[in-house]
C-alpha cells in the first residue's frame, strides 16, 4: 500500500521554519491562528510553482490568456454567483467549551477540544465570505466582500476579454491571486488557511463539449503535478458523489494527494454548465453570449473549471520532494524538488573561508546570478554548507577550491541526488549549467 511521503506533517512544518520556507504569521506577537508568512525560500518556492503553472497554461498554449482581476468586486457579483445565498458550511457550537467546529468535520457526538458528549448546538450556516466596508461610511450599502474565488473575476470579464483578445470557443482565462474564506476549522499548516492563493481556469466551451473538457482538463492536470515531481502513486482522481456537488456544477473531480493528514484535496475540475455566464447575464443585464461565426450560431457559454490551491500545490511539492537517506552512515535529509521549483538553483561555495578563494568565488557567482537564482555561502565548513543546501533542494553546488586558483581554472559542480562531482574549467561553467537546469 502506497504511504505518505512524510508521516508527521509537524517534520514539514519545522523544516519551514528553520530553513526560510514559512513562519507563522506575526509570530512576536504569538500568530495569528492559521494564518503564515512565505520566508526568502519560500517566496521563491511560491513563485516557481506560480511560474510552472503559468507557463504550462497560459505561455505554452494558443488557446489560453491570462488576467488579474481586482479582490473587490461589485457586491451584486457575489448575489449572481450565490455565494451571499449559499456559500456556507454548517457551524455548531460545544455548550461547555464553547469551541466552534465544522458540523461535517466531527465525526462523533463527542467534542474534540474537551471530549464532552452530546453537548453540540443544533449545526446553523454559517457564511464564509469576509465582509468590509467601501469607503468611510460602515453601513450596508457599503458592504463589500474580499473575494473567496478568483473565478468571478474572469466570469464577469468574459465579454472584455473574448473581444479585445479575439478568441474563439473553445478558449480560457487564467488567473492567479488570493482568495480569503472564513473557515471555521482552518489547519493542518497551510493546507486550509484563511487568506490563501488560487491558480484557476476558467475554460469556454459549446454547450455539447462540456464532458469532453472536463475528460482533456482532468489528464492535463494530473499530468501537471506529475512532470513537476509528484509521485504518480500519491496522486488520485475522485468523483464528488451527487450530494456533494457545489450548487453550480455539473460533475466534478478532485485532484487528491496523500498528505501526511491522509488524501486530500489538491485541485477542483468542475463542469460548471453556464451557470455562472448566466447568472451574471440575469443579473448585470449585458449579453454574455458569443456569436460562433463558422457554425452561425449564438450561445452561452459553457465552462470547465481547474481550480487549484497555490498553497496546497506548494505544500504537496514539499512534502513529496522530502528524503532521508543513508549516506556512509549518517543520515541526510535532502529535498528532491524538481529543478524548475527548487529556490535557489545554484549555490556557489568556496571550499573554505580563505582570502584567495573568497574573490575567485565571487567572480564565479557574478558570473551566473543574473541568469539562475544562486546563493553564495562561504560559512561553515564544507559539509554542513552540502547539508544545508540539500536540504533546502539546491539541485547544484559549484565549488571553487585551492587547485581552482593555483592550478585549473576549473570548479567542481556537484549534484543534489547523485552527490557526483565534475570538474569543469570556468570558461565552460554556463554552458555546463545550463545543460543540467536549463532556462
Ligand atoms: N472556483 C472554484 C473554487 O474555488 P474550491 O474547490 O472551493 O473551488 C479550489 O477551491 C482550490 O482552492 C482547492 O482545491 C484548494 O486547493 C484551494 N483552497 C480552497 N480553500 C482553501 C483554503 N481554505 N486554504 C487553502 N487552499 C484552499
Known amino acids: 500500500m502506497v504511504e505518505a511521503a512524510v508521516d508527521d506533517m509537524s517534520t514539514i512544518v519545522s523544516l519551514c521554519k528553520r530553513r526560510g520556507f514559512i513562519f507563522p504569521s506575526s509570530e512576536i506577537y504569538g500568530g495569528l491562528g492559521s494564518t503564515w508568512d512565505y520566508g526568502p525560500l519560500g517566496v521563491e518556492l511560491k513563485r516557481n510553482v506560480k511560474d510552472a503553472w503559468w507557463r504550462a497554461v497560459v505561455r505554452d498554449r494558443d488557446d489560453m490568456v491570462g488576467q488579474d482581476s481586482a479582490i473587490l468586486m461589485h457586491p451584486q457579483t457575489w448575489v449572481a454567483s450565490g455565494h451571499v445565498e449559499g456559500f456556507s458550511d454548517p457551524l455548531i457550537e460545544c455548550r461547555e ?136 502513486e500519491r496522486l488520485k482522481l475522485r468523483e464528488h458523489d451527487s450530494d456533494e456537488l457545489a450548487h453550480y456544477a455539473k460533475a466534478t473531480f478532485d485532484i487528491e494527494y496523500l498528505f501526511p493528514i491522509g488524501w486530500s484535496e489538491l485541485e477542483g475540475i468542475a463542469y460548471r454548465g453556464d451557470f455562472d455566464l448566466s447568472q451574471h447575464e440575469k443579473h448585470s443585464g449585458k449579453s454574455m453570449s458569443y456569436f460562433d461565426t463558422e457554425r452561425d450560431e449564438r450561445f452561452i457559454p459553457h465552462v470547465v473549471e481547474p481550480s487549484g490551491g497555490v498553497d496546497r500545490a506548494l505544500l504537496a511539492f514539499l512534502v513529496d520532494a522530502f528524503t532521508e537517506e543513508e549516506v556512509r552512515g549518517e543520515k541526510r535529509t535532502v529535498l528532491k524538488l524538481h529543478k524548475d521549483l527548487a529556490p535557489y538553483k545554484i549555490a556557489v561555495l568556496p571550499l573554505s573561508k580563505n582570502e584567495k578563494l573568497i574573490p575567485k568565488a565571487r567572480e564565479v ?66 554552458a555546463a549549467l545550463d545543460e543540467r537546469l536549463g532556462g
Not at 114 to 131: E, H, I, S
Request: proline share 5%; glycine share 4%; charged share 30%.
Open 97 to 232: 467549551c464553547h469551541h466552534r467546529f465544522r458540523a461535517d468535520h466531527v465525526d462523533s457526538k463527542t467534542c474534540p477540544d474537551c471530549g464532552a458528549v452530546d453537548r453540540f448546538t443544533a449545526p446553523r450556516q454559517f457564511n464564509l465570505m469576509f465582509k468590509t466596508f467601501l469607503g468611510p461610511v460602515e453601513d450596508e450599502a457599503a458592504v463589500v466582500y474580499l473575494r473567496p474565488e478568483t473565478a468571478q473575476g474572469m466570469f464577469v470579464n468574459f465579454q472584455n476579454v473574448q473581444t479585445s483578445a479575439r478568441m474563439k470557443v473553445p478558449f480560457g482565462i487564467a488567473q492567479v491571486g488570493k482568495s480569503f474564506r472564513n473557515e471555521i476549522t482552518p489547519g493542518n499548516f497551510t493546507f486550509r488557511t484563511r487568506e490563501f492563493e488560487q491558480m484557476e481556469i476558467e475554460y469556454f466551451v459549446r454547450p455539447d463539449q462540456g464532458f469532453e473538457y472536463l475528460e482533456i482538463w482532468k489528464n492535463e492536470r494530473m499530468r501537471w503535478y506529475t512532470d513537476y515531481g509528484i509521485n504518480p
Open 365 to 430: 557567482h557574478d558570473l551566473i546570478r543574473h541568469r539562475w537564482m544562486t546563493e553564495y555561502d562561504d560559512t561553515q565548513s564544507i559539509g554542513r554548507r552540502y547539508r544545508r543546501q540539500d536540504e533546502i533542494g539546491t539541485p547544484l553546488c559549484v565549488t571553487v577550491d585551492f587547485e581552482t586558483v593555483e592550478e585549473d581554472n576549473a570548479v567542481t559542480i556537484r549534484d543534489r541526488d547523485s552527490m557526483e562531482q565534475v570538474r569543469v574549467s570556468i570558461p565552460d561553467l554556463v
